[in-house]
């Protein structure tokens, strides 16, 4: 989920800081993530979505970059964008704990 303006221009970088917020939430509290840019960049023929983003952990901030080539669906697009700026870091971060909860029926008295 994100928040802001409904325009055209921003609903690309809505997508993009909605997904970050939504792999956050399986992250240590140790752990911030935001989008520093994100760019459509035209290459011949095709259109690319380019992203920045920051992961800052204590006084350490890591900038990090993913690219996804728009072939149908630009919001799709920026969400691959934005995990590929991940996907080299994501298995070394700290996770939370998982929470499981056990279901058992009630007596209704």
Known sequence: EAHGSNSRDL???LIAEA???AVERFLSEDYLLSLGH???LEMGAD???VVN???MTGRRKLVLSGSCVVDHDLQQSVVYATL???NRILGR???K???EYELRPTSMI
């Open 84 to 86: 590929d700026s991940l």
């Open 47 to 49: 259109t690319i979505v």
């Open 19 to 21: 997904s970050l917020k």
């Open 93 to 95: 971060l700290d996770v």
């Open 38 to 40: 994100l760019e459509l």
């Open 97 to 99: 704990e998982p929470v």
């Open 53 to 55: 983003v920051q992961l």
């Open 11 to 13: 609903i690309p970088r």
